[in-house]
């Protein structure tokens, strides 16, 4: 819904060169294919792993869970802080071609434009930071800890000095760098907007990942969290000590009532 809203337009000079930069009707990787990317081919590798490797309906369910919260929270973050900053893009003149007779070394708004389409205009102003970036490096980035936990990698004795194991774990992060890349060889984004994506991206990974999967480097790192209060074999809801503990003090009580009837 975000992407709907109107960012904040910030004003700017039309001989500024850093927005000078040609627009690309074409992009190199287009917002539906970076779904197909970062989404769609993600998910149904997790998918294909869990199926093969037998996952259990816990970790299947933790596994679809986590990587949700992390696509999801990095939409939203991005699209907010988009249309609160309201950069312009590298190719913002490109879009906004602005009117004959406007003054080169004065700040200029949004009115000195003469391009009638309203999202190829306003979207203009949606550089920082970088949405491909952010949201390729949460759903890869995702896929990337998610094999970095079930293949052990930071764990030596399980088989972690084995280098084609961390080139599996790298080749998600290799490809969701080369989507941010194209955002700046396509001007819509600078070296800053892509950086700032991208660390924004994995930072929510991570944090959904480590909401739901120990640390890396922990013996049962392939293994979600058991849910708050159960058994993570069985699955069962254990007792609050409370009320164990309630239970121990009530068998007691009734093994002395037996001995005292017994006395008398």
Known sequence: MLAFIEPFHRMFFINDLHISYPHAEVERVPVYMNFVYALFVPLGILVAYNVVTKASPHKHEVTYLSFAIAIIMTSFITDLIKNAVGRPRPDLLARCKPAAGTKPDVLVTIDVCTETGHHLLHDGWRSFPSGHSSFSF??????????AGQLHIFRHNSGGRDLSRALICLLPLLGAALIAISRC???RHDVYDVCVGSLLGYLVAYWSYRRHWPKLTARECHEPHPYPGSDPKTG???L???????????DVGYEMTQLSSQRH
């Open 138 to 147: 949460s759903g890869l980035g995702f896929l990337s800890l998610f094999f």
């Open 236 to 238: 069962w809801n254990r």
């Open 240 to 250: 609050r000590d409370e009320e164990e503990a309630g239970d121990s003090r009530t």
């Open 185 to 187: 060889e396509d001007y």
